[in-house]
């Protein structure tokens, strides 16, 4: 049969030791394991694939050339295994865990209110979060590397099912001593004359306000700087040279105790929903769907 003579982990595992930690003695100790043993194990190798793997070149092993590929599958083999028993460990405690991904300005505004809410409410579930560009959270919600997430862009993938959570918008804003701040509505075409600090083009929120600027006749904005964080950008605008345009959620305490001012663009309002990601295989896990409750309780 295909599968007879493939070699055993142990003897893997033991030929990435001796390569790794430098002789048979010191796998052995590793291995916990006799030097007899070791070697024996290295035989079965060469007895699996009709080649000598390792000769000795002085006092010391050394891999021959057949040895290297050798060397260089069982470190795949064996780092697939931990993989799997990670994994397999992974779905005996799933009944009480979901794997949580958001985007930036997601995880840094909303979800520490969230999490420290879900703990409150439901002390016996666990989330592991963390945070992502929207591309490759949706990679990993639909290869099943992720549970549940939330973005600022609708994923387009047929295994990933969305449900609307917030409805948000992305605000132009200044810090208060902006030459702007407290002015009234401002013209469209004063928008190409302002110097920016925005996120990144990768980012979703950039994305959203791209495409919104496009419909309107404005190709490209201004960018003097391009940042991978909200809070860093707020932070930047209070001191006073620069404008950017933000998601309200990540603003709104800013703007109310005034040090960042909502700057107003006649006939420009860019509206966008916040969306709930899962996929098919979630919809019946207890975590998801207590998180899921969480989230709609935000609504109101």
């Given amino acids: 049969m295909e599968y ?6 142990k003897a893997l595992s033991t030929l990435k030791a001796v390569v790794e930690l430098g002789g048979v003695a010191e796998a052995g ?25 390792m000769h ?27 993989d799997l028993r990670e994994t397999l460990l992974k779905m005996r405690e799933g009944l009480n865990r979901m794997r949580l991904e958001v985007t930036s300005a997601i995880g840094e505004h909303m979800l520490p209110d969230l999490l ?22 949706q990679t990993r919600l639909a290869t099943g590397l992720v549970d549940m997430a939330l973005l600022e862009q609708a994923p387009d993938h047929p295994d990933i099912l969305v449900q609307k959570w917030l409805d948000d918008e992305l605000v132009l804003v200044c810090g208060r001593r902006h030459a702007l701040a407290g002015t ?4 469209l075409e004063q928008l190409t004359q302002l110097d920016y600090v925005l996120r990144e083009a990768s980012s979703s929120m950039r994305g959203t306000l791209d495409s ?14 391009e940042v991978g964080s909200t ?12 404008v950017s345009f933000l998601p309200r959620f990540s603003v709104e305490d800013a703007l109310a105790d005034g040090s960042l001012y909502h700057l107003k663009v006649h006939g420009l309002r860019i509206y966008r929903t916040l969306w709930i990601a899962r996929t098919r295989a979630t919809l019946n896990n207890v975590v998801s769907d207590a998180f899921v409750e969480l989230l709609r309780r935000s609504q109101r």
């Fill in 56 to 82: 000795k070149k002085g006092r010391r092993l050394q891999l021959t050339p057949a040895g290297e590929k050798v060397y260089a599958y069982a470190r795949l083999v064996l780092e697939h295994h931990s």
């Fill in 116 to 137: 420290l809410q879900f703990a409150e409410a439901w002390p016996q579930y666990r989330i592991e979060s963390r945070m992502g560009y929207s591309r490759r959270i």
């Fill in 231 to 242: 809070d860093t950008i707020v932070e930047m605008l209070q001191r006073g040279r620069h």
């Fill in 184 to 187: 009234g509505m401002l013209p």
């Fill in 29 to 53: 100790r590793v291995l916990n394991i006799g030097q007899p043993a070791v070697t024996k194990r290295l035989r079965a190798l060469d007895a699996c694939y009709g080649v000598e793997i």
């Fill in 212 to 225: 919104a600027l496009r419909d309107i006749g404005i190709d490209s904005l201004p960018v003097a700087i």
């Fill in 4 to 9: 007879e003579n493939l070699p055993e982990l």
